[in-house]
Nanobody, 129 residues
Framework: QVQLVASGGGLVQAGNSLRLSCVASGRTFSNYVVAWFRQAPGKEREFVAAIVWSGGNTYYANSVKGRFTISRDNAKNTVYLQMNSLKPEDTAVYSC??????????????????????WGQGTQVTVSS
């Protein structure tokens, strides 16, 4: 049984940083993509970033490109989301998800939440102005 456990959320002021963690267990993830999504109150779930576990290729939403960095630690089976220069509009519940790898090129790779098989619980990120 695959389990994803997200942590690291909190309340920060605009301009500051947070690092989210997603610990994966239950299988090896060498053929998986792990992503972060977020959902603000009254809004649709939104893609944030994804990483291909085996090759390390990364993908970002335009809204976070240059500010957020997704990475993984194979030894710890953990994916991180380093969030810098946080803005009030980054306030949301952040969730990690995993799906089997498929070949993707161009824009929008791995950004559809309905394609993800496994989900962790969310962690709240609140950015005050």
């Amino acid at each position: 049984q695959v389990q994803l456990v997200a942590s690291g959320g909190g309340l920060v002021q605009a301009g500051n940083s947070l690092r989210l963690s997603c610990v994966a267990s239950g299988r090896t993830f060498s053929n998986y993509v792990v992503a972060w999504f977020r959902q603000a109150p009254g809004k649709e779930r939104e893609f944030v970033a994804a990483i291909v576990w085996s090759g390390g290729n990364t993908y970002y939403a335009n809204s976070v490109k240059g500010r957020f960095t997704i990475s993984r630690d194979n030894a710890k089976n953990t994916v991180y989301l380093q969030m810098n220069s946080l803005k009030p509009e980054d306030t949301a519940v952040y969730s990690c998800a995993a799906r089997t790898l498929y070949y993707c090129s161009g824009t929008g790779c791995y950004a559809n939440p309905y394609e993800y098989e496994y989900w962790g619980q969310g962690t709240q990120v609140t950015v005050s102005s």
